[in-house]
């Protein structure tokens, strides 16, 4: 069975506010209907655009099997940043899963599909200034 260390956030992000305790409920489901064992998860810190704690996470990454984020939204907004997880996570072939979407990424083309999402989310907001 594959260890994975939860990922989860303390603040809202993309618009979204979910209690500690729910994303952690999210992730435990989805590692018992994935067969994964769950490790504690870890918590970021509340400052807005902080990813201290998944830095750390991601410097722990060879004692795991992976990582199970809440959603592909905790990841940094910054696409660069995302792109260096991306490539960390594949180079040390591992896997990064996100419990709310029922994704995960561990080669460059599940990588462009996360990326994918991450675009049409950024732009909804310009979508919205059309309709109205």
């Given amino acids: 069975m594959n260890k994975v260390r939860g990922y989860i956030f303390s603040r809202p992000f993309m618009g979204e506010r979910v209690p500690q305790h729910v994303q952690n409920l999210v992730i435990r489901d989805y590692c018992n209907r994935n067969n994964l064992q769950f490790l504690l998860s870890a918590t970021e810190y509340a400052m807005t655009g ?23 939204f905790l990841l940094p907004e910054n696409a660069e940043k995302r792109q260096k997880i991306y490539e960390k996570t594949i180079v ?20 462009d599909r996360i990326e994918l999402i991450w675009r049409v989310r950024q732009t909804l907001p310009d979508c919205y200034r059309y309709l109205a």
């Fill in 50 to 72: 902080c990813h201290l704690i998944h830095e750390q996470v991601m410097d722990e990454l060879s004692e795991v099997d992976g990582i199970v984020a809440y959603s592909i």
């Fill in 92 to 111: 040390m072939k591992k896997t990064y899963h996100f419990a709310v979407e029922g994704l995960k990424f561990s080669n460059k083309k599940e990588c």
